[in-house]
């Protein structure tokens, strides 16, 4: 049996790779991204052609239809490439992508024949209805954001090629999986679950809500569009949505729930105030090069229902979203995630927010982790050296292998305390370090000054990395006060023990500079 020949454009994002997922087995594939398979982490199978191709270059796109023409063509094409970030700027890759990028596919998918061309959008592409009112098929996207002005273009595109092009158009409700990755959901949970100064904060009266979609509902989707592709009329309209959503004062109570705690009263900030604080906010970020994720267009959407009616669709395509895939069903399964694989939860959702946010710890993780074997050799190699670095002879004492694998277990447990922002898991790993250490017979100034050495070394490699630069403050703040609380916690559980512990833990002055720690000599100071 010979299979329909497809092509996905976009296939390496979230949205293209599960779609592969699902449709590898009905579907000859050729798929069409920026990324190549392997880095991207698409699914490699038999069934699954990959051409990397930039379709912001015309010479590119052609070059790629030819392969596809060559290769027998194609029945269908999904094109999924789009760009859309959550920061509300004019990115040049709105026009480059979403509109001229656009425009070089269906060119190609002229000469194709197809049997239908399904262009991707978003509910988000449409304005907020009106209080007590619903979107539904015939809504416009009119909604003001870049993103939706550049899908309004991409639509009615369509319609110049309608003497040679079946099309129809899909708008997605917001699509999440059960490692979350949409952007503002994991901000929501980042921010909800730690300790940060506006975890109980909601905007207006908490009742912004939008319809949110479980990824795997994609692949069954477009699967029920294809096979109905003889009744839908010319560039119809179709909604991939709930008939639900799900507002941020329900997430929140929710989130709390799942995650066992009692759930704590939000603080809930008038929208007047929004208005002027999260525009306040964002200058300030800009200033310290650290901006938050909450954006100034963000603030007229306060309170605003996203709600759609997509029934007609679900009639249409003989296909609705399942119950046990909606957000309020699968929240605990995120959590669980966050809480029990958290290297692969910020893994994920780091590739999601891509350059619009990351929270800055995150990013300060990663640097750390990039450069964790330079910092280890060093820092073992400083410590074996008898003589340069007073104070560590009981260290010296320790075979290498051993030394090794604790420099290693205080790095991690440092890196993770970094990448939760929860320094208390590095002080109740010193309070279980000190204990050890007692029972050895080494002196509390001696475990803080290695742990200060590990501090030191971490500086003088990251300085030299320019990724690092702008965020150099926020990352001698966390480590100082990082180190400085887990040193605080080695002294004072010596002293539970009945030892006797230096005032200064073991580092002269509690704010060395990192060239004095590493055994720099000092520069004169000036009379």
């Known amino acids: ?60 796109v052609s070059e790629a239809f030819k392969r596809v023409r060559n290769q027998g063509g194609a029945d269908y094409v999904l094109h999924l490439a789009a760009h859309y970030d959550f920061t509300g700027e004019e990115h040049p890759d709105y026009e480059r992508t979403n509109i001229k990028g656009l425009r070089f596919v269906l060119d ?17 592409a449409c304005n907020y209805p009106r209080q007590g009112s619903v979107l539904n098929e015939s809504s416009p996207p009119d909604g003001a954001h870049i993103y939706a002005r550049s899908q309004a273009r991409g639509e009615e595109m369509l319609a110049d090629f309608d003497d040679s092009i079946p099309s129809c158009i899909t708008r997605f409700a917001a699509l999440f999986s ?31 809500a939008i319809p949110y979609l479980h990824i795997r509902e994609m692949a069954p989707f477009f699967r029920a569009v294809i096979r109905k592709k003889d009744i839908l009329q010319q560039r119809e309209v179709l909604l991939a949505s709930p008939d639900t959503t799900m507002s941020h004062r329900e997430l929140f109570k929710l989130t709390h729930l799942h995650d066992g705690e009692r759930s704590p009263r939000p603080l809930h900030i008038p929208k007047t105030l929004c208005r002027v604080g999260i525009p306040g906010r964002d200058i300030l970020g800009r ?23 997509p029934h007609r669709t679900w009639e249409r395509l003989d296909w609705r979203p399942r119950g ?86 205080v790095y991690r447990h440092f890196l993770n305390a970094i ?40 500086m003088s490699v990251i300085e030299t990395d320019p990724r690092a630069q702008p965020l150099m403050a926020k990352i001698r703040d966390i480590l100082d006060t990082t180190v400085d609380f887990g040193c605080d916690r080695i002294l004072e559980t010596y002293e539970e023990l009945g030892a006797e512990v230096p005032d200064d833990g073991g580092c002269e002055d509690p704010f060395m500079k990192v060239g004095q720690l590493l055994g720099e000599p000092e520069k004169p100071q000036e009379p």
Request: glycine share 6%; hydrophobic share 40%.
């Open 108 to 124: 190609e998918c002229r000469t194709l024949n197809l049997k239908m061309f399904i262009f991707a959008s978003s509910i988000a």
């Open 287 to 309: 200033i310290l090069g650290d901006r938050p994720f909450e954006r100034p267009w963000m603030a007229s959407h306060i309170d605003k229902d996203l709600l759609a009616n």
């Open 324 to 409: 046990r895939l909606l957000i309020c069903r699968r929240l605990p399964f995120l959590l669980e995630h966050r809480k029990t694989d958290a290297v692969e939860w910020n893994h994920r959702n780091e590739a999601a927010m891509k350059a619009p946010w990351v929270r800055p710890n995150l990013v300060i993780h990663k640097l750390l982790e990039y450069h964790m074997e330079e910092i280890r050799q060093q820092v073992l190699s400083q410590v074996i050296q008898a003589g340069k670095f007073d104070g560590l002879e009981h260290y010296r004492a320790i075979s290498e292998e051993v030394l090794d694998w604790r420099v290693t277990i």
């Open 1 to 60: 049996m010979t299979l329909p020949r497809l092509i996905i454009t976009g296939a390496s994002g979230f949205i293209g790779r599960h779609v592969l997922d699902g449709l590898k087995k009905d579907f000859h594939i050729t798929a069409m991204a920026r990324r190549s398979q392997l880095r991207c982490g698409a699914p490699i199978h038999k069934n699954i052609s990959w051409l990397q191709v930039d379709i912001r270059h015309a010479d590119l």
């Open 178 to 208: 059960d490692w979350c990755e949409y952007p503002p959901l994991y901000f929501f949970l980042e921010t909800w679950l730690t300790k940060v100064w506006n975890r109980r904060i909601l905007g207006g009266h908490g009742h912004t």
């Open 419 to 458: 990448r939760t922002n929860e320094k208390g898991i590095f002080t109740d790993y010193c309070k279980d370090l000190a204990s050890r250490r007692h029972g050895e017979g080494i002196p509390a100034e001696q475990v803080c000054r290695a742990i200060r050495l590990i501090r030191a070394n971490i």
